[in-house]
T-cell receptor, first 113, second 116 residues
Framework: NAGVMQNPRHLVRRRGQEARLRCSPMKGHSHVYWYRQLPEEGLKFMVYLQKENIIDESGMPKERFSAEFPKEGPSILRIQQVVRGDSAAYFC???????????FGPGTRLLVL | DAKTTQPTSMDCAEGRAANLPCNHSTISGNEYVYWYRQIHSQGPQYIIHGLKNNETNEMASLIITEDRKSSTLILPHATLRDTAVYYCIVRLRTNLYGGSQGNLIFGKGTKLSVKP
């Protein structure tokens, strides 16, 4: 059973461009979570989704950030008009229905020039 | 979720047991204790979790005190590859309808350095 997959692993964008980060949960997992880790800081929750539903987006910045988890395909974290402060590692985790344990992917490192 | 307190850093000799403490004095009866670790530049890795009984798996053992106000993660034979930041997290059990309780709250954790 493959683990949580994220791509790309590294992403470089110039200020003002859009960044799209993808997360494929583990097989059979219906919950997806996105976390952000700024340089030299801890992980911070951003958003929690189930298929076609956003359950909790309390950690997501109100502007420029959006997330989706469609019926088919990976979950997408989208950052519009990126700024240098968006440079961070973005981690996705997944869990199956009825279980608390979250399994993390390897992360996407976003660098904004 | 209850707050946890962990030492900032610890050292351990390779081959020896690493004992990582965690205080969670405000834990409630329906909250689990979870341990994750993050090896440099990698995603967090689940280690173990428990409610009130001691737990053991292939990676580690978790000892929870009888009053549940503290716990200890034990890596029985630490290797250099166990060098990482270890996070103790307390969170609610799954709700009655099977849904997750949502996000994990990561503190600063304990930076464990295993030395040869």
């Amino acid at each position: 059973n493959a683990g949580v997959m994220q791509n790309p692993r590294h992403l470089v964008r110039r200020r003002g461009q859009e960044a799209r980060l993808r997360c494929s949960p583990m097989k059979g997992h219906s919950h997806v979570y996105w976390y952000r880790q700024l340089p030299e800081e801890g992980l911070k929750f951003m958003v929690y989704l189930q298929k076609e539903n956003i359950i909790d987006e309390s950690g997501m910045p109100k502007e420029r950030f959006s997330a989706e988890f469609p019926k088919e395909g990976p979950s997408i974290l989208r950052i519009q008009q990126v700024v240098r402060g968006d440079s961070a590692a973005y981690f996705c985790a997944s869990s199956p229905l009825g279980q608390e344990t979250q399994y993390f992917g390897p992360g996407t490192r976003l660098l904004v020039l | 979720d209850a707050k946890t307190t962990q030492p900032t850093s610890m050292d351990c000799a390779e081959g020896r047991a690493a004992n990582l403490p965690c205080n969670h004095s405000t834990i409630s009866g329906n909250e689990y204790v979870y341990w994750y670790r993050q090896i440099h530049s990698q995603g967090p890795q689940y280690i173990i979790h428990g409610l009130k009984n001691n737990e053991t798996n292939e990676m580690a053992s978790l000892i929870i005190t009888e009053d549940r106000k503290s716990s200890t993660l034990i890596l029985p034979h630490a290797t250099l590859r166990d060098t990482a930041v270890y996070y103790c997290i307390v969170r609610l059990r799954t709700n009655l309808y099977g849904g997750s309780q949502g996000n994990l709250i990561f503190g600063k954790g304990t930076k464990l350095s295993v030395k040869p």
